[in-house]
């Protein structure tokens, strides 16, 4: 028989309860056709084949040694055994020319010619698929060794997968090669889309594993660490103590003295060998954890923040399985639920979903949006590979376009990994473990596009009431709303004196036993397409796991009830179930009604977090019957110990007695209960949850302190672990001003004992944006912005209901949420007006652009206002630093390029530089004249015997004048800035040459005249037009004026010049104190007028550039002017501003560590 027709008599129908019931089944020809023996070969990485077999079997062959020749595989296999390329690696047997699939029964000659299964693919097939009896079926002898190999290599690939080590997402040129690479192999692929979509991954893993390498786990093996010699010194002391201790007691009153002397000696001894044993401990602990911190910077500060989460599953694997197994398989699987005849009718479906085939866009845009480090699943691709291979990700869409018409779900797309995290300390058993599955990322890219369609088909036909239901629905913040409007009702009840009963309910595993047919009923009821339908039926039809632990792996399960939580679609579709239920429920009572307001819903749910608010007895128990019969009808059920009520009335806490199935509801008097990220309990406030929020803090605090970091790293991980993790209370709890202020002060205090600077220093310095900008963030700031956020989120929320019921927000008398968000729209309404404003002495029209409120969209007003609040704490610590008489001096200083340090530069510096440079700023280093205002000490200097102030040190005592200390300073600063000139200008004169004849540019009508005002936006019109500039530097040796431009004595910093233009520039450098920069400008622009006026009249073009860097690092404005006009910009121009303030800043850290010894020279 022919091979096609061999395949096509076994091409049968599927059966009618299937998704696909009436469609062929054509999973048997669902093969690539490509050589078996090239595809093991690749998949060994001795050869490849880069062409497809042509007539007659040949083809171009590539052996690992280079050889490259069109011939048959057979000649491949002669070239490698006579050249021995392959080394001692034995060939082994062709497994991969075996069908292992269950169509296995196919002639000899066809298995050969259709089969296509690498080593990697038994992945799935292999464990799922094969048969121990293939031998009896079929009409090939597998062996003895062959079946080995595929039990081996089976066991093997089940399991989690290495993670490849890919390139970063900025190596553009190695995600070209992987992107070419795997466009060519992917492109000589043949058969149909689900194989190839079955193949994607392992071809993709298996070019990375061999390309790039993979991350090999760490065995934490308990390894013998020898003893040092001083360990073993002090067991040898401590021994021989024991031993004097028995000899005292049986010696006598003479022998005793003796001993005692020993013993004493002995003590000495131990004492300074165990002080320096733990010292060497401290410093191996600082080792691990700056090492550990580097590593992971998030994943440390989590451990010091969270409860410790250990263990290790200790369940024999058929127990484990056995579990699994009664988990995850519905018993009762013929069920038929219905939707309830009372249900509400559905409105008119106004708009239709789109069933079309996923658009490239919308792929793209669901890639884009995807974590990079999200984990990946069975087949070891993350989301990093379609981001930087972007004609792979076209090749998986055209994949999908052919899945999608033909309503078929690839099998590696319903494959899932898991792994079982802890959920405390020590856990053991699997009741403290939660298990986490990960599918596939192309399936969940694919389900992605689907949700979203879903959703939206949903949301703009009304179906989904999001009063009630917010889960699942991109555009609301459903927990904050959620959480607001619950508390708004109990405080609403309370102070009104009015009633209102709350039941918060908790289903017992609602994701785990949700049945697949309220699924599907649910879908019905929506009238979701009968297309779309099926695709989520075929999905759910055979998704299967497994579970790996560090023992074994088990079996793969199938999920024959609930859903999985790391499935995309998965989701949604439970809140559609829910959603049902809740409209079949609801109906019986009705909401609270507010004064002038709405009816509210009397449920609120958050997939299956639900919380009832009924304003009567009779009204809550019809509810929670109601709601609890369709709950059971539904295979789903309520547990009414872990379930919470509260019930006020007339405004005052009543016990009323709430039951399901007979079992009381405990109220939240008895336990308190976390709902929503929010706590209740009976005290109708939250005093409770602020006192634990700053016990947190503190602790937290703590906790970071005790960590064996550098104080920088511990102030890193305040900002970026302390500070969000208290953002979410600060925002739902009604926390008082004077709280947060309390809090602030802990957290500033611990700052500033980290960085090292004196307590005194002002919070200004910590959190202000002046002329030094440190990466920290003020709590109060955080606070106010996070309330206005939440006030803005209610105010403008999407849901009606929530918009139109007026959310008040605690108040106090400092400040108010409310208010400061009109105060914000009624400033930004009036900028409108005003328009653009010039801020500083800069010219007209510099600066940004400001954004007009009038124009802006609501996500944009919402940055806008917030903006405009950090904008108000600024200006309040401007005007705070304004009282201070000595650390706001730094706000005279206008004419300073400001400084912001970044983490990066932060963690680069040491920590007497970060001291000294914030002390130096603010003026609160130890200087005699300030540890006199401190502490009353004498305020003179050592060297010349005046008042030691930070500008005398620095920058005015005579004696480190004389001694050269300030003209070393000056010839290190001026050495960079010549280095930085010489480099510009061999760069310019290494230029073609400038044209001298210019043509007369026209200006069209309409067209920007600036466009044709230079030819080189980098230079200036006198810098960029020469090409024989000459540079002399006044550094090393002393500068001679060039005779041909004058004869003087005076010797400015730098002279550049060019004889053939006859240009001159003196650039004179100078290094004050901050408070004098524009006196030192106009002192040097002064002292070279006469000389400029001399050579002008010697026909000279002349400029004097006098650039100042005062003496704590901070660069001016004239010294950026010149950097610009000589051709600095962007990234250039920031570097040589940086380096010129580093250069001086150090030097004058060292005159400053120097300050106390009166010898300065070379060896000084």
Same mark, same amino acid.
């Given at each position: 028989?022919?091979?096609?027709?061999?395949?096509?008599?076994?091409?049968?129908?599927?059966?009618? =309860?299937?998704?696909?019931?009436?469609?062929?089944?054509?999973?048997?020809?669902?093969?690539?056709?490509?050589?078996?023996?090239?595809?093991?070969?690749?998949?060994?990485?001795?050869?490849?084949?880069?062409?497809?077999?042509?007539?007659?079997?040949?083809?171009?062959?590539?052996?690992?040694?280079?050889?490259?020749?069109?011939?048959?595989?057979?000649?491949?296999?002669?070239?490698?055994?006579?050249?021995?390329?392959?080394?001692?690696?034995?060939?082994?047997?062709?497994?991969?020319?075996?069908?292992?699939?269950?169509? /296995?029964?196919?002639?000899?000659?066809?298995?050969?010619?259709?089969?296509?299964?690498?080593?990697?693919?038994?992945?799935?097939?292999?464990? =799922? %698929?094969?048969?121990?009896?293939?031998?009896?079926?079929?009409?090939?002898?597998?062996?003895?060794?062959?079946?080995?190999?595929?039990?081996?290599?089976?066991?093997?690939?089940?399991?989690?997968?290495?993670?490849?080590?890919?390139?970063?997402?900025?190596?553009?040129?190695?995600?070209?090669?992987?992107?070419?690479d795997l466009r060519g192999i992917l492109n000589g692929l043949k058969g149909t889309a689900e194989s190839k979509l079955n193949q994607l991954g392992e071809i993709i893993y298996d070019y990375g594993e061999k390309r790039f390498g993979v991350f090999e786990k760490k065995h934490k093996g308990e390894q013998s660490r020898l003893k040092s010699r001083r360990q073993m010194e002090i067991e040898r002391l401590v021994k021989e103590r024991r031993h004097l201790k028995k000899l005292w007691k049986r010696a006598d009153e003479e022998g005793r003295s003796g001993i005692n002397i020993l013993q004493e000696e002995l003590k000495r001894r131990l004492v300074v060998l165990r002080r320096a044993e733990k010292l060497r401990l401290r410093r191996k602990k600082k080792e691990q954890a700056r090492v550990a911190f580097f590593k992971d910077p998030f994943k440390f500060v989590k451990s010091l923040l969270e409860q410790e989460k250990s263990g290790c599953l200790d369940v024999p694997r058929r127990e484990l399985e056995s579990y699994l197994r009664g988990m995850h398989t519905d018993g009762e699987s013929e069920r038929v639920f219905e939707v309830p005849a009372d249900i509400p009718p559905l409105g008119e479906i106004v708009v239709q979903m789109d069933v079309c085939p996923p658009r490239l866009k919308e792929v793209q845009e669901v890639v884009r949006r995807a974590r990079a480090a999200s984990a990946p699943g069975p087949n070891g691709v993350p989301y990093r590979v379609y981001k930087g291979a972007p004609d792979v990700l076209k090749f998986l869409w055209k994949q999908m376009v052919v899945v999608w018409k033909k309503g078929i779900i690839p099998k590696e797309w319903r494959r899932a990994g898991g792994v079982f995290i802890p959920k405390e300390k020590d856990a053991v058993d699997i009741g403290q473990f939660r298990p986490i599955c990960l599918l596939n990322v192309e399936g969940k890219i694919f389900f992605t596009v689907v949700a979203q369609r879903l959703s939206a088909y949903l949301l703009v036909n009304n179906l989904i009431d999001t009063s009630v239901q917010k889960a699942g629905i991109s555009g609301f913040s459903g927990c904050l709303e959620h959480c607001s409007m619950i508390w708004h009702q109990i405080k609403k009840a309370k102070m009104d004196g009015k009633d209102l009963h709350v039941i918060f309910l908790d289903l017992a595993n609602a994701f785990g036993s949700v049945p697949h047919v309220l699924l599907w009923r649910?879908?019905?009821?929506?009238?979701?397409?009968?297309?779309?339908?099926?695709?989520?039926?075929?999905?759910?039809?055979?998704?299967?796991?497994?579970?790996?632990?560090?023992?074994?792996?088990?079996?793969?399960?199938?999920?024959?009830?609930?859903?999985?939580?790391?499935?995309?679609?998965?989701?949604?579709?439970?809140?559609?179930?829910?959603?049902?239920?809740?409209?079949?429920?609801?109906?019986?009572?009705?909401?609270?009604?507010?004064?002038?307001?709405?009816?509210?819903?009397?449920?609120?749910?958050?997939?299956?977090?639900?919380?009832?608010?009924?304003?009567?007895?009779?009204?809550?128990?019809?509810?929670?019957?109601?709601?609890?019969?369709?709950?059971?009808?539904?295979?789903?059920?309520?547990?009414?110990?872990?379930?919470?009520?509260?019930?006020?009335?007339?405004?005052?806490?009543?016990?009323?007695?709430?039951?399901?199935?007979?079992?009381?509801?405990?109220?939240?008097?008895?336990?308190?209960?976390?709902?929503?990220?929010?706590?209740?309990?009976?005290?109708?406030?939250?005093?409770?949850?602020?006192?634990?929020?700053?016990?947190?803090?503190?602790?937290?605090?703590?906790?970071?302190?005790?960590?064996?970091?550098?104080?920088?790293?511990?102030?890193?991980?305040?900002?970026?672990?302390?500070?969000?993790?208290?953002?979410?209370?600060?925002?739902?709890? %009604?926390?008082?001003?004077?709280?947060?202020?309390?809090?602030?002060?802990?957290?500033?205090?611990?700052?500033?004992?980290?960085?090292?600077?004196?307590?005194?220093?002002?919070?200004?310095?910590?959190?202000?944006?002046?002329?030094?900008?440190?990466?920290?963030?003020?709590?109060?700031?955080?606070?106010?912005?996070?309330?206005?956020?939440?006030?803005?989120?209610?105010?403008?929320?999407?849901?009606?209901?929530?918009?139109?019921?007026?959310?008040?927000?605690?108040?106090?008398?400092?400040?108010?949420?409310?208010?400061?968000?009109?105060?914000?729209?009624?400033?930004?309404?009036?900028?409108?007006?005003?328009?653009?404003?010039?801020?500083?002495?800069?010219?007209?029209?510099?600066?940004?652009?400001?954004?007009?409120?009038?124009?802006?969209?609501?996500?944009?007003?919402?940055?806008?206002?917030?903006?405009?609040?950090? %904008?108000?704490?600024?200006?309040?610590?401007?005007?705070?630093?304004?009282?201070?008489?000595?650390?706001?001096?730094?706000?005279?200083? %206008?004419?300073?390029?400001?400084?912001?340090?970044?983490?990066?530069?932060?963690?680069?510096?040491?920590?007497?530089?970060?001291?000294?440079?914030?002390?130096?700023?603010?003026?609160?280093?130890?200087?005699?004249?300030?540890?006199?205002?401190?502490?009353?000490?004498?305020?003179?200097?050592?060297?010349?015997?005046?008042?030691? /102030?930070?500008?005398?040190?620095?920058?005015?005592?005579?004696?480190?004048?004389?001694?050269?200390?300030?003209?070393?300073?000056?010839?290190?600063?001026?050495?960079?800035?010549?280095?930085?000139?010489?480099?510009?200008?061999?760069?310019?004169?290494?230029?073609?040459?400038?044209?001298?004849?210019?043509?007369?540019?026209?200006?069209?009508?309409? =067209? /920007?005249?600036?466009?044709?005002?230079?030819?080189?936006?980098?230079?200036?019109?006198?810098?960029?037009?020469?090409?024989?500039?000459?540079?002399?530097?006044?550094?090393?040796?002393?500068?001679?004026?060039?005779?041909?431009?004058?004869?003087?004595?005076?010797?400015?910093?730098?002279?550049?010049? /060019?004889?053939?233009?006859?240009? #001159?520039?003196?650039?004179?450098?100078?290094?004050?104190?901050?408070?004098?920069?524009?006196?030192?400008?106009?002192?040097?622009?002064?002292?070279?007028?006469?000389?400029?006026?001399? #050579?002008?009249?010697?026909?000279?073009?002349?400029?004097?550039?006098?650039?100042?860097?005062?003496?704590?690092?901070?660069?001016?404005?004239?010294?950026?002017?010149?950097?610009?006009?000589?051709?600095?910009?962007?990234?250039?121009?920031?570097?040589?501003?940086?380096?010129?303030?580093?250069?001086?800043?150090?030097?004058?850290?060292?005159?400053?560590?120097?300050?106390?010894?009166?010898?300065?020279?070379?060896?000084?």
């Open positions: 028989m022919h091979p096609v027709q061999a395949i096509d008599t076994q091409i049968l129908s599927i059966p009618q =309860e299937s998704a696909r019931a009436g469609v062929k089944d054509d999973s048997l020809v669902d093969i690539t056709v490509l050589d078996y023996g090239v595809n093991l070969t690749m998949s060994r990485g001795e050869s490849t084949s880069t062409t497809t077999p042509s007539r007659g079997g040949l083809a171009l062959q590539v052996c690992i040694c280079g050889w490259r020749k069109v011939t048959s595989v057979r000649g491949l296999r002669i070239h490698q055994g006579k050249k021995k390329c392959l080394g001692g690696r034995g060939q082994g047997p062709c497994v991969d020319r075996y069908d292992l699939r269950s169509g /296995s029964n196919k002639s000899g000659e066809v298995q050969g010619q259709v089969a296509h299964q690498r080593p990697q693919d038994i992945n799935t097939s292999v464990l =799922e %698929e094969a048969r121990p009896n293939m031998d009896a079926q079929g009409s090939i002898d597998h062996g003895e060794d062959a079946g080995q190999m595929i039990s081996r290599r089976a066991g093997k690939e089940r399991g989690r997968k290495l993670k490849v080590r890919w390139p970063g997402a900025t190596d553009c040129k190695e995600w070209t090669s992987v992107n070419n649910a879908f019905d009821f929506f009238k979701v397409p009968e297309c779309i339908t099926r695709l989520v039926k075929v999905y759910f039809e055979d998704i299967k796991f497994y579970f790996c632990t560090k023992q074994y792996t088990t079996s793969w399960q199938r999920l024959g009830i609930g859903i999985m939580a790391g499935c995309t679609i998965s989701p949604l579709a439970f809140t559609m179930a829910m959603e049902v239920l809740i409209r079949a429920s609801r109906w019986v009572v009705g909401g609270m009604r507010l004064k002038d307001g709405p009816h509210l819903p009397p449920i609120r749910a958050y997939m299956d977090d639900m919380t009832l608010l009924t304003t009567t007895v009779p009204c809550t128990r019809r509810l929670l019957t109601k709601l609890n019969g369709n709950l059971k009808l539904a295979g789903l059920k309520i547990k009414p110990s872990k379930c919470r009520s509260l019930s006020v009335v007339k405004g005052k806490l009543s016990r009323e007695n709430f039951q399901i199935d007979g079992e009381k509801i405990p109220s939240v008097a008895e336990r308190p209960i976390k709902s929503l990220g929010r706590w209740y309990d009976s005290s109708f406030g939250d005093k409770e949850q602020v006192k634990r929020l700053r016990e947190d803090v503190v602790l937290a605090i703590n906790r970071i302190d005790k960590s064996f970091l550098p104080g920088k790293l511990k102030v890193w991980c305040l900002q970026f672990g302390l500070l969000p993790r208290i953002r979410w209370p600060l925002t739902i709890y %009604e926390v008082c001003m004077s709280e947060v202020e309390r809090l602030e002060r802990v957290m500033s205090k611990a700052i500033r004992r980290w960085l090292g600077v004196p307590h005194c220093l002002s919070s200004v310095a910590l959190y202000g944006n002046g002329v030094l900008e440190l990466p920290l963030t003020s709590l109060v700031e955080e606070f106010k912005c996070a309330k206005v956020g939440l006030e803005l989120t209610l105010s403008n929320s999407r849901d009606p209901v929530v918009r139109s019921v007026p959310v008040s927000l605690k108040k106090g008398r400092k400040w108010d949420p409310r208010e400061a968000v009109a105060q914000a729209q009624t400033a930004l309404e009036h900028r409108d007006v005003v328009g653009q404003v010039q801020v500083g002495r800069a010219g007209l029209g510099a600066g940004d652009r400001i954004k007009l409120w009038s124009k802006a969209k609501l996500p944009e007003r919402r940055k806008m206002v917030i903006g405009f609040i950090r %904008e108000q704490e600024e200006e309040a610590r401007r005007v705070t630093a304004t009282s201070h008489g000595v650390q706001g001096r730094c706000l005279a200083w %206008e004419h300073v390029e400001k400084r912001k340090i970044s983490w990066r530069d932060l963690w680069a510096m040491d920590a007497g530089r970060i001291k000294f440079l914030i002390g130096a700023t603010y003026d609160v280093l130890p200087t005699p004249q300030n540890l006199n205002r401190w502490v009353g000490t004498e305020p003179t200097c050592s060297l010349c015997g005046g008042v030691a /102030s930070l500008r005398h040190i620095l920058s005015a005592c005579k004696v480190s004048l004389s001694q050269g200390r300030y003209t070393w300073r000056h010839n290190e600063v001026l050495r960079s800035l010549a280095c930085l000139l010489e480099n510009k200008r061999v760069e310019v004169n290494s230029l073609p040459q400038y044209g001298r004849n210019k043509l007369i540019s026209f200006v069209r009508e309409g =067209e /920007s005249v600036i466009s044709h005002a230079r030819g080189r936006g980098d230079t200036s019109f006198k810098w960029g037009e020469v090409r024989d500039w000459k540079l002399l530097a006044d550094v090393g040796k002393q500068l001679q004026m060039p005779q041909c431009i004058a004869i003087t004595a005076l010797r400015p910093d730098i002279v550049l010049y /060019s004889e053939g233009a006859r240009i #001159v520039y003196f650039i004179e450098l100078t290094i004050p104190f901050e408070d004098s920069l524009e006196d030192a400008f106009e002192r040097k622009k002064l002292k070279y007028t006469e000389l400029a006026g001399e #050579v002008r009249e010697r026909g000279w073009q002349c400029v004097i550039r006098p650039v100042e860097i005062g003496t704590r690092g901070f660069v001016a404005k004239s010294t950026t002017s010149l950097l610009l006009e000589f051709g600095f910009r962007g990234q250039s121009l920031r570097a040589a501003i940086k380096g010129l303030s580093e250069v001086a800043e150090r030097s004058s850290q060292w005159l400053w560590m120097r300050r106390h010894q009166g010898a300065w020279g070379k060896h000084t």
